[in-house]
């Protein structure tokens, strides 16, 4: 399994996404983790950038939401409970990886 973060430089939320996946990745050394930095509005196009950080599972942004286009702002994600963050809960991030 492949993942990609792309984020845009110093996104405040990175941090807190790396720190909901790590645990989740520990012992599973068929998950390799590419983060990307997206400076330009093409990159973000290119690769699938909804907003920052994006995180994508074999290419696939299984966070996407209909109606959100490329974009290098902050993203914020709805968590089971209703709450924005910046980030996927654990549970969330647990789930996609297990589809």
């Known amino acids: 399994m492949e993942i990609t973060v792309l984020s845009v430089p110093d996104c405040p939320n990175l941090t807190l996404l790396s720190e ?13 983790v590419i983060y990307r930095t997206v400076e330009q509005l093409e990159q973000a196009q290119a690769w699938g950038m909804t907003g920052s950080p994006t995180l994508l599972i074999n290419g696939r942004d299984l966070f996407a939401e209909p109606g959100h286009t490329a974009s290098l702002s902050c993203r914020l994600y709805r968590t089971e409970t209703g709450s924005l963050e910046g980030a996927p809960s654990t549970e969330q991030l647990r789930q996609a990886l297990e589809r």
């Open 20 to 32: 909901r996946l790590a645990p989740l990745l520990k012992g599973r050394p068929d998950v390799h």
